[in-house]
């Protein structure tokens, strides 16, 4: 049977799907830029001719995955005024500060990424080069803070006054920097370093189990997991504040994720466990004072339950596997990189021990679905509300007839985007392998170019 047609429900789904699909190249293009800094850095501070090689071998397959972010940002902006016109007039004067900024952002990181590929061994100090990619990063990173404040607002909106249906007082630099910014922008901001930190280390791992022992890949293998430690503590800290965040601003959306059904001081943490059909939790584990300590920083503090709000008000509760998921991703992420740095620590070669090595393969593609869960839990929690407590999502949407034919059109070009590019970069780096690169630069196994 087909759905029954629900303009509202397609334009989720389809915004869902681009937003999905985005994010994949938008969390890369952030936290790339940042990697192949670092390695060009280390290769100048070592005089290592392998991390320049890193660095310039990143910023080609870079290049790529900022082109399919570009496509889909795009769509994205459109989807936003064709989909979601209520929404977009209530709230489009507020937020259209961000949203040039955002653009703005963007051109600043291409046109220096531009000079930066055309300008490889252009200049007699390499210093001079590596100059050109901190406007890039600077750039992805602004770009990510910019656009991330809107989905802030979303959630914590501010800066105007609502008379009778129409905006006035409008203040756009304090619905930018909302309750909700800080630990947004800074959770996302994070997360992309960390997400493509492990999906480059992926790519050094797999060689290595493939049998190409190089020591460039070893390099690139330390110098990822490094930072992906960094990265990972950071996420932990900054996370902490976010469930501070909710617990003040957004006491619903806490109860939701951690199924917290009633208002209780010293309040347990439920982690995993399943939901029964009348709401009993079973086979999950409870710390105690868990969730009082993460919503207040006390143990003995007051957590709001489920039972404080109205049930049309509330997230559905599968949002809670959505969270632990992601959670649970972020300590194994924590976890690999951690005893990656141990064991190096150690002076022994363990740390490209099969097992390892394969964990960090595993971290790529599990960093991803991190990303992935933790967007849908921010959107999926927020619900029903579309701008919190202010317009509920349906009342945002667009009534045309025609965006499930929109839909099938978009999974289409997002097949087909993916699959070329996954094609694009394979053969890239295929017809192209590092040690073959390496011999055409004369670059020998300690690094130095002869």
Known sequence: MFMEYDPAMFSRMLTGLTLGFHIIFATIGVGVPLMIALAEWMGIRKNDEHYRLLARRWARGFVVTVAVGVVTGTAIGLQLNLLWPNFMQLAGQTISLPLFMEVFAFFFEAIFLGIYLYTWDRFKSKFRHFLLVIPVVIGASFSAFFITTVNAFMNAPQGFELVDGVITDINPLAAMFNPATPTKTAHVIITCYLTSAFVLGMIGAFKMLKGDRHVYHKKAIRLTMTAAFIFSIGTVIIGDFSGKYLAEYQPEKLAAAEWHFETEDAAPLVVGGFLSDDEEVNYALEIPYAL??????????????????????????????????????????????????????????????????????????????????????????????????????????????????????????????????????????????????????????RGNKS
């Open 292 to 445: 009082s300590i993460l919503a207040h920083g006390d143990p003995n503090s007051e957590v709001t339950g489920l039972d404080q709000f109205a049930e049309e008000d509330t997230a559905p509760l599968f949002v809670h596997y959505l969270f632990d998921s992601m959670v649970f991703i972020g300590m194994y992420l924590a976890f690999v990189s951690m005893l990656y740095l141990l064991l190096s620590w150690k002076k022994k070669n363990w740390m490209h021990h099969k097992l390892l090595l394969w964990g960090i393969v595993a971290g790529g593609p599990l960093s991803i679905l991190a990303i992935e869960f933790g967007w849908v839990f921010a959107e999926i929690g927020r619900q029903p509300w579309i701008l919190y407590d202010i317009m509920r999502t349906p009342e945002g949407a667009t009534t045309s007839k025609h965006v499930d034919a929109m839909l099938y059109l978009f999974i289409g070009l997002y097949a087909l985007l993916g699959i070329s590019s996954s094609i694009v970069l394979r053969k890239m780096f295929k017809d192209n392998p590092a040690a073959q690169e390496m011999e055409q630069r004369g670059i020998d196994e």
